[in-house]
């Protein structure tokens, strides 16, 4: 199974931007996603993450209500969507699957995708 995250870049604070991260694999509809996200000299975090069906998802209580993780298993990519964002959103974003249910702890996930750049600046 291998992970290719893509959509970062640069933006002002209070833009928008999504990531995609595409699943290599035949059983991609089984595995449970997770969204993290690691800045300079930090531990690597857990941003959002969603269960194989999509129907169950959580998120880190600093992008509540700014960020929405969606999956599309006819399609294959798991998104995440970042609105509003601020400047201490601004880190490398990875992709993660796991089976089960998704996890807030990244040494759960087995696989893992390379990481886009977000920078946010004011």
């Known amino acids: 199974v291998q992970l290719q995250a893509s959509g970062g870049g640069s933006v002002q604070a209070g833009g928008s931007l999504r990531l995609s991260c595409a699943v290599s694999?035949?059983?991609?509809?089984?595995?449970?996603m997770g969204w993290f996200r690691q800045a300079p000299g930090k531990e690597r975090e857990f941003v959002a993450g969603?269960?194989?069906?999509?129907?169950?998802?959580d998120y880190a209580d600093p992008v509540k209500g700014r960020f929405t993780i969606s999956r599309d298993n006819a399609k294959n990519p798991v998104y995440l969507q970042m609105n509003s964002l601020k400047l201490e959103d601004t880190a490398v974003y990875y992709c993660?699957?796991?089976?089960?249910?998704?996890?807030?702890?990244?040494?759960?996930?087995?696989?893992w995708g390379q990481g886009t750049q977000v920078t946010v600046s004011s």
């Open positions: 969603i269960n194989w069906s999509g129907g169950s998802t």
């Open positions: 694999g035949r059983t991609f509809n089984t595995y449970a």
């Open positions: 993660a699957a796991k089976f089960g249910n998704y996890a807030l702890n990244p040494r759960e996930y087995t696989y």
